[in-house]
Structure formats: structure tokens, C-alpha cells
């Protein structure tokens, strides 16, 4: 037996930076990488009556099908980004929800399902965030439920103002307004507007709204096994994507009141808010950042606001729209009026959100 202290012989001699990095595996609460979404998803059937899941064609619907009529809407896109699109299926938002591997879209198989499940007549609306895999796959589905009689209308987000073009899009990302999105369009349709009013409530909140990320920490895909990208102890990234893609650039880590106020001034560049006008202020955490720190960011953007001479007629803080276990925060304005904020308002009852209920 050796002490405790001497080398194990059958182990190579290795160098510092080796010796970290096999010491320090990934840390995760799975099985097998191969196995968590499907794994995911058998837990959220296993949590939540109020769903049911096709677990062949991973896709999370109501357990309750919608009234004869009603606008269906789908979203859908890559795990990793919980409660996003899965957790926000329900009574006031969504009937169906897509589930790709981690960062992965969703096939055409999955949303001509999900699409043609849903359709009780009235059509349905396709939600989709502005990443190229996701936009091709949802135009696939469109055309082949179209062939079979179901009349589809798709709204594509892309509010991100931090980049026109990077990794997986053609143009702006889709990120935080895709929830807001969801919740309007979903309480639209539950009112029974028909498929090209829901649809022109998407299309307008989509328009209406702005975004922008900053990263403390990478994240780790499981399949990858280590970080997406590196970040040093000192650095931030200011525009980050939800997949962890290239923003406007690396500065040093900054206060939170220095932090909101470079995450707002981008925003308010894209689309300027005139004093007395009302927005809904969204602080969404990108999966590893508490939500103390998230409070201090929205104490520092509601005091930027104010200053402004902007309302913040309504709020969001949570983690809604993740990147695994990034650390950071993405900031959304949404310019509201009455009818969108009567929409805010509506009964919402799923996994992530609920009121009015």
C-alpha cells in the first residue's frame, strides 16, 4: 500500500494544467448525455398532470386539447434553455412545445406533429427564435401541414440588438422577447382572436421589442464534455447569444449599475423610448446567476428608466430563457399599450408562469 501522499505508479506523470483539467470533470445531474433530454422530459411527464408528452416525437402538450377553433400555437427549439419553450405550454400560452437535443433544433417531424395535433380548425401559429436550423425546420413543417389542410402563420423573433449576424442565425437572434411572445400571442388566441390576429399580436411584440445578454461564466455542453468558450476570472461577455455565441465584445467585470447601464444604452439606441412611454421590463437570469443579483440588476434598470422619464408599467425577473448554467443576465424592453398590456394581464397557468388563475 502507498501513503497517501505518494504518486499512484500506474498513472503517467502529468503536467499542472493536465492534472487540473482530468481532475476536474463535468459536473452535471445526469445519466448519460446521450439520454437527458429524453430523460428530461420523462421527469417533466412524471411533475406535471396538466401535461402530456409524446415522448417518440418529443413534443409537450396540453393534457387538455384545446376547445374546437382555437389558434394552436407552437414554439419549440434546442434543450438547454429551460423553462423555455416546454415549461410555458399551457392554459394563456402555448398548446405545443418541440424538444431538440441541447442546442439542437427540433426536426420537421417533430413540428408537423406538434402542428398537426394541435389544429382544432382555427389554424396554427409557429413561434420560432431567429436561428437558422430552427427558421428551416419550422418553413419544412409549415409547408407539409399546409399540404394537408392545416392553415399555419409563422412569426420568427429576432430582438437580440447585441450582433446583425453570428453563429447559427442570418441576422438578429431570437431571445427574451420569444416569452413575452409566447405569453401575448398565447392569451390572444385563448381569447379567441382568429389565426391572423394572434398572429398580428406576435409580429407587433416582436417589433416592439429589444434585447441584449452579457455572460459572467461559459457554459458546458454535456455532449461536449467542457466549456463552450473561456472566459477569464476578471472578464465579462457584452452581447452574448444563449448558445454561448460571440457578442460585441470581452470587457472587464463591471459593477451591476455599470452593467445594466451597458445593456440598456444598446437597447434604447435600436428603439428609442420617448419619456412618458410604458414598457415591460424583462431581467431574465441565463441560468446561473441568483436571483439577488438579478433584483440588484432590476433596481439598476428601473432607476436608469426613471431617469428616462419611462414607466415601467409591468416587470419580469426570473430565469425564463437559460443557457444551461450560464452566469449572467439578458435585459428585454417591450413598449406596451393598453391592448398589450391587458394581454400581460390575462390568466396564464403553466410550469414557469402562472396568474389569474
Known amino acids: 500500500m502507498h501513503p497517501s501522499n505518494s ?8 503536467s499542472t494544467d493536465q492534472t487540473r483539467y482530468r481532475s476536474d470533470p463535468m459536473k452535471k445531474l445526469i445519466n448519460r448525455p446521450d439520454d437527458l433530454v429524453a430523460e428530461a422530459l420523462q421527469g417533466m411527464d412524471a411533475a406535471y398532470d396538466a401535461l402530456r408528452i409524446d415522448h417518440e416525437n418529443r413534443v409537450v402538450y396540453r393534457a387538455e386539447p384545446a376547445r374546437p377553433g382555437k389558434v394552436g400555437i407552437v414554439s419549440g427549439g434546442g434543450s438547454g434553455h429551460e423553462p423555455l419553450h416546454a415549461g410555458f405550454v399551457g392554459t394563456g400560452m402555448l398548446d405545443a412545445a418541440c424538444a431538440g437535443e441541447v442546442f439542437t433544433s427540433p426536426v420537421p417531424d417533430q413540428v408537423l406533429a406538434a402542428t398537426q395535433t394541435v389544429d382544432t380548425g382555427g389554424g396554427v401559429l409557429h413561434l420560432i427564435k431567429n436561428y437558422t436550423g430552427d427558421v428551416m425546420n419550422f418553413e419544412m413543417a409549415a409547408e407539409l401541414a399546409e399540404a394537408s389542410d392545416v392553415r399555419v402563420a409563422s412569426v420568427v423573433t429576432d430582438d437580440d440588438v447585441a450582433v ?3 453563429t447559427h442565425t442570418a441576422g438578429r437572434r431570437g431571445v427574451g422577447v420569444t416569452v413575452l411572445c409566447e405569453k401575448l400571442a398565447g392569451a390572444a388566441a385563448e381569447q379567441g382572436r382568429d389565426l391572423d390576429e394572434v ?11 429589444r434585447s441584449m445578454g452579457v455572460a459572467l461564466t461559459p457554459c458546458t455542453v454535456p455532449a461536449a464534455g467542457r466549456p463552450g468558450f473561456e472566459l477569464g476570472d476578471d472578464e465579462i461577455e457584452l452581447g452574448v447569444g444563449i448558445h454561448g455565441e460571440p457578442g460585441r465584445e470581452r470587457r472587464p467585470l463591471a459593477t451591476a449599475q455599470e452593467t445594466a447601464q451597458l445593456l440598456l444604452d444598446p437597447i434604447l439606441d435600436d428603439m428609442p423610448v420617448q419619456r412618458g412611454e410604458r414598457v415591460i421590463a424583462f431581467v431574465n437570469g441565463l441560468g446561473g446567476t441568483p436571483l439577488i443579483e438579478q433584483y440588484v440588476m432590476f433596481k439598476e434598470v428601473s432607476a436608469l428608466l426613471t431617469g428616462r422619464g419611462i414607466e415601467i408599467a409591468r416587470s419580469l425577473i426570473g430565469n425564463y430563457i437559460t443557457s444551461l448554467e450560464m452566469a449572467g443576465v439578458s435585459l428585454t424592453l417591450l413598449r406596451v399599450d393598453d391592448e398589450l398590456l391587458e394581454l400581460w394581464d390575462a390568466p396564464v397557468s403553466t410550469a414557469a408562469l402562472r396568474w389569474g388563475l
Open 164 to 166: 446583425q449576424d453570428s
Open 199 to 209: 398572429a398580428r399580436i406576435a409580429g407587433d411584440v416582436n417589433a416592439r421589442g
Open 7 to 14: 504518486p499512484n505508479p500506474s498513472m503517467p506523470e502529468q
